[in-house]
């Protein structure tokens, strides 16, 4: 292509195809010696050498491409989607509170509402198996979003009810939750804990005993059964004088700490197997499910606690 500029008419800053035409010069004669060609090859690859140079330079120097550009999952975009998440938990957990409580004016358990709880506690876990199942194959963000709402409507429902009755348990627990995860992810961060396998075949173990006794401890509350005296069951009767609840409790806080660890391992694999940008979401909602069983649990010691006293 031609130049306006006469200071790149020289030959080499042309297309070599325009240089035999080139007027005057000795290819338009058919003269060019041997010399003359190889120091026109040694500038053309010296222009090529340094186009290519400031190419790479301007590679270097321009800003590293994100999650947007390359479409890989990267932990920052999965923050943010996990912000997002708990953005919208938090949304209708303040719905939820209202709603249970009737517009913030029951003072005692009878007056306020389990409708949100139930419909959030039943929503959330319908919700949480149809993502479990299906972002194997596509991860759909509006199903995790609507697993966020109804969880949020679960959680600001529940802890209005234990509000209720033992005043200010729901900052207790907000401040233990946000201790747990901020140590847990201090310490993955600074490589001091790590997931392992032996450790996840004990984790493994450990949740499925804490699931069947879960089991037997709702049915022995549903069928009234002597041995499940108490608001909570079997977690209400004491062993050496400390209430069960409480020592069940510590285990599943550690259980859900190290759940935490499996989160964020499984997101550092993500993002280092470059998996697909949308996986982020995968990610925030494995997070959420752990966090807000985290909650729940601490919620329940310090409510089995205060209620022993």
Do not use: C
């Amino acid at each position: 292509m031609a130049l306006d500029n006469p200071a790149f008419s020289n030959p080499a800053f042309q297309d070599p195809k325009a240089v035999k035409t080139y007027p005057g010069g000795r290819q338009a004669a058919g003269l060019t010696p041997p010399a003359a060609q190889t120091q026109f090859a040694t500038a053309q690859h010296a222009g090529t050498d340094a186009a290519a140079n400031a190419q790479l330079e301007g590679m270097y120097a321009a800003p590293a491409a994100g999650a947007i550009e390359t479409d890989r999952m990267s932990i920052e975009d999965t923050v943010w989607k996990t912000v997002g998440l708990f953005a919208v938990l938090l949304i209708t957990a303040a719905v939820g509170w209202v709603w249970t409580l009737g517009g913030v004016s029951a003072t005692q358990p009878s007056q306020i509402s389990i409708l949100p709880w139930m419909l959030g506690a039943l929503g959330g876990f319908v919700l949480s198996l149809v993502v479990i199942f299906t972002s194997r194959k596509k991860v759909r963000p509006a199903l995790i979003f609507a697993y966020a709402a109804f969880e949020g409507l679960f959680v600001g429902g529940i802890s209005a009810f234990f509000e209720v009755q033992w005043e200010g348990i729901v900052l207790q627990a907000s401040l233990a939750t946000f201790s747990v995860v901020g140590v847990t992810l201090a310490l993955f961060a600074s490589g001091k804990v790590r997931a392992s396998k032996k450790a996840t075949k004990v984790f493994m173990i450990a949740m499925l005993g804490y699931l069947v006794f879960s089991l037997i401890n709702i049915g022995l509350m549903l069928f009234n059964a002597p041995i499940a005296g108490g608001a909570f069951g079997l977690l209400s009767q004491k062993f050496m004088g400390i209430p069960l609840g409480l020592i069940i409790g510590v285990l599943v806080v550690i259980m859900a700490a190290y759940s935490l660890v499996l989160d964020f391992d499984s997101i550092q694999q993500g993002v280092r197997n470059g998996a697909p940008r949308q996986y982020g979401w995968v990610g925030g909602f494995g997070i959420m499910v752990t966090v807000v069983w985290l909650y729940i649990e601490i919620l329940r010691m310090i409510a089995i606690v205060r209620g022993s006293n």
